[in-house]
């Protein structure tokens, strides 16, 4: 038994799989079932120029600014860890588990940060570069979207 699939259909659900962020979709009509899935690209990080380290002072110096900056806005982090796709972020492998990471912890890159689940499946977002956790910027069991800010590593 032979199926055909029209080619210009796949291709349309080839780029809502890539556009969307997800890793499969699968749709089934009158019997016939397609299946696509893509293999997720590495986490990347986003390359900005690190922020200079202010002296403690009473009043801010006007070379504070970049720093305060970095720290109100963590898109602009250089150890920024974003999301690649839409999901349900989560910190640890289940519920009441120990989380994979923790602020203040030391990870080698490609050591696994959290999961994010699309369409029932857990996908692991692995660590971009060997570094410290200062900062995790989602909670346990919280959406996410594509590009959303996930944790930092310094």
């Known amino acids: 038994m032979s199926?055909?699939?029209d080619p210009e259909a796949l291709k349309v659900l080839a780029e809502i799989l890539n556009k969307s962020g997800l890793s499969e979709i699968e749709l089934e009509e009158g019997g016939r079932k397609v299946r696509l899935t893509r293999a997720m690209a590495p986490v990347t990080m986003v390359a900005a120029a690190p922020a200079p380290v202010a002296a403690a002072a009473a009043a801010p110096a006007p070379a504070a600014a970049p720093a305060a900056e970095a720290k109100a806005d963590p898109a602009?982090?250089?150890?920024l860890v974003k999301s690649p796709m839409v999901g349900v972020a989560y910190l640890s492998a289940e519920p009441g588990a120990a989380p994979y990471v923790t602020v203040g912890q030391q990870v080698a890159a490609g050591a696994t940060l959290l999961l994010i689940e699309a369409?029932?499946?857990?996908?692991?977002?692995?660590?971009?570069k060997a570094g410290t956790v200062t900062q995790i910027l989602v909670k346990a069991g919280a959406p996410v979207e594509y590009d959303e800010p996930l944790l930092i590593i310094e």
């Open 119 to 128: 369409m029932k499946t857990f996908n692991q977002i692995k660590a971009p």
């Open 76 to 79: 602009k982090h250089p150890g």
């Open 3 to 5: 199926l055909s699939f």
